[in-house]
């Protein structure tokens, strides 16, 4: 399992990275982490001719509280988000979903933006920031966008972040739904990717269901915020049937994802038990 031979260049800074995207054309990829990209050069899935490092970005490697929104810059790693208190606090579905990427190495080593970048149908941020509400910020040679996470995801391995494009932060709203939210997944039990993961931020005001975002991730060929059990849930009161009634509206008239481990018969049944199970724990 050796890659083709590939040129590499340590990035001094994100405009400097950007050039070098510029400079090097088509075959350049950024390197972040190196924990989805590399094992796809090491089974010539990928074959960049050039590498550009911003491992070791600090002005990329933050998480800061600017009130209306959390600001988490693109290096931050899996083992940041997961150890952060404000995180923890005010979103405290993504801190889960870090502490349950797979093992601890790679979990000192993959970033947010790399997750984000790559998307991966079977990571698990994808459905987490869907159900956080967050904007995504890029920058490229024309300056900086931001994308909500809504439209982010665009198909299956792709997004709408342009190939000279660094993604450079991800903003999560600090509402009364995120402070309130969770992340539980069915783990293939090997790699722990999920076989299917469920986050959901949710508001409450007198035992009701003020607001709510539910979000899934492993389960279709792109993460989804999944409205039949928002609406279904959306100002009723909070009890053990509103809620199984919700949860069996999980994934439906979605195609769902099927592999050698788990059927989409397997997979749907899987949605509806761990969106029962997070929106029980919330309420
Ligand atoms: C054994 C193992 C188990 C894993 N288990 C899980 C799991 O349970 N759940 C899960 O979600 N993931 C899992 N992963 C994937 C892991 O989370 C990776 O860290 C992550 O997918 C990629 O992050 P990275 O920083 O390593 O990105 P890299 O591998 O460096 O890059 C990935 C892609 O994103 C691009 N990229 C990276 N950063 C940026 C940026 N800022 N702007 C633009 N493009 C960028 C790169 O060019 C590349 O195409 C696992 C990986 C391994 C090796």
Redesign the pocket.
């Known amino acids: 399992m050796i890659p083709e031979s590939f040129d590499y260049q340590r990035a001094s800074s994100v405009s400097d990275a950007i050039s070098l995207l510029h400079q090097h054309g088509e075959g350049a990829?950024?390197?972040?982490?190196?924990?989805?990209?590399?094992?796809t050069m090491k089974l010539r899935l990928s074959t960049p001719a050039t590498l550009i490092d911003?491992g070791d970005l600090t002005e990329l490697k933050y998480i800061s509280d600017k009130g209306d929104y959390l600001a988490i810059g693109?290096g931050a790693t899996?083992w940041m988000l997961e150890s952060s208190d404000l995180i923890q606090q005010k979103a405290p579905a993504l801190s889960q979903s870090a502490g349950?990427?797979?093992?601890v190495q790679?979990r000192n080593?993959?970033?947010i933006?790399?997750?984000l970048?790559?998307s991966?149908p079977q990571?698990?941020?994808p459905g987490v920031i869907l159900a956080l509400n967050a904007t995504i910020v890029v920058q490229g040679s024309g300056g900086e966008r931001t994308i909500a996470a809504a439209d982010y995801f665009t198909g299956l391995w792709e997004t709408a972040?342009e190939e000279t494009e660094?993604?450079?932060e991800v903003r999560i709203p600090t509402d009364n739904a995120n402070a309130n939210s969770c992340y539980l997944k069915f783990?293939q039990p090997a790699?722990?990717?999920?076989y299917v993961g469920c986050a959901v931020a949710m508001s409450t005001a007198g035992g009701s269901c003020a607001e709510i975002r539910v979000g899934f991730s492993g389960v279709g060929e792109t993460a989804f915020r999944d409205s039949g059990v928002e609406n279904a849930l959306q100002g009723q009161a909070l009890s053990e049937s509103s809620i199984a009634a919700a949860s069996a509206k999980a994934a439906e008239g979605r195609s769902v994802l099927s592999d050698v481990f788990v059927s989409e018969e397997y997979r749907r049944a899987m949605a509806q038990v761990y969106a029962k199970r997070a929106l029980s724990q919330l309420s």
Do not use: E
């Open positions: 990829k950024i390197l972040a982490g190196g924990h989805s990209l590399v094992p911003i693109a899996h349950q990427v797979g093992d790679v080593r993959g970033t933006g790399g997750v970048a790559h991966d990571a698990d941020y972040l660094i993604l450079t783990p790699s722990r990717y999920p």
